[in-house]
């Protein structure tokens, strides 16, 4: 995605932490727990596939290597409680997962930044499975503005405001080069989102109460590499 030359100065928001919550008690939930859930719906909804009725934390703990004890403890945010000797009931803990998750809910979203990368998102229609709905993309290409890719209408980013209220979404995925970060931000949060998922390595800030979702592969890159211990030169 091109763009105009990125506005200059400090940004506008203040960088913050949002605590994640459960949606139905408000506990606060630790992000560790909360990033561990999906591992144990992939796990449950392959049970379930299987036709297995229950399944206990002690075998979840030996498929993911994860402690019972830590297991137990991450379910109990979900308010479920397992059998004596028996386990949890696998249809029952697949459902919690993906109601607790919001996996269940559509959630309706846009992204900035129509090229590859997002190009990519745009197309992966595995999403959905997991609730969210991607319903247009922005750009200033003019090669991109004005097309439809992959089914979805691609609008010029100066449209963001009256888009977004217009397609009812909340949502929106950043998928912009680095030097835009920022300003494309702004747009969106302007926009109304509510929850940015930010794919660009700059860790953009943005008011209270708007949800930042970090996912850099650069970074993830840079782990696994330094994990590697040097690597192909």
């Not at 139905?24 to 561990?36: F, V």
């Not at 392959?46 to 991450?74: F, G, M, N, P, W």
């Not at 996996?103 to 609730?131: C, E, N, P």
């Amino acid at each position: 995605m091109k763009r105009r030359p990125a506005r200059r100065g400090k940004c506008r928001w203040r960088r913050h932490e949002i605590p994640i919550m459960d949606n139905n008690s408000q506990d606060m939930i630790p992000e560790p727990a909360l990033r561990r859930l999906p591992w144990y719906l992939a796990y449950v909804s392959l049970l379930h596939e299987r036709k297995v009725e229950y399944v206990s934390s002690t075998q979840i703990s030996r498929e993911l290597k994860v402690d019972a004890s830590q297991i137990a403890k991450d379910l109990s945010f979900l308010d479920i409680k397992g059998k004596t000797r028996i386990g949890y009931e696998v249809p029952l803990l697949e459902h919690k997962l993906e109601e607790f998750l919001g996996f269940k809910r559509r959630h309706r979203a846009v992204i900035a930044g129509a090229g590859s990368l997002g190009g990519a998102l745009m197309q992966d229609s595995g999403l959905t499975r997991y609730g969210l709905e991607i319903v247009a993309g922005f750009d200033v290409d003019a090669a991109l503005v004005g097309s439809v890719k992959h089914g979805l209408p691609v609008f010029h980013v100066d449209e963001l405001k009256d888009r977004c209220r217009e397609l009812n979404a909340g949502i929106g995925i950043l998928a912009v080069p680095v030097e835009h970060a920022q300003e494309v931000a702004d747009s969106l949060i302007e926009a109304g989102v509510r929850a940015i998922w930010n794919f660009t390595p700059y860790r953009i800030c943005a008011p209270e109460g708007v949800v930042i979702s970090n996912t850099s592969i650069y970074a993830h890159l840079a782990v696994m590499y330094n994990r590697m211990g040097g690597g192909e030169s």
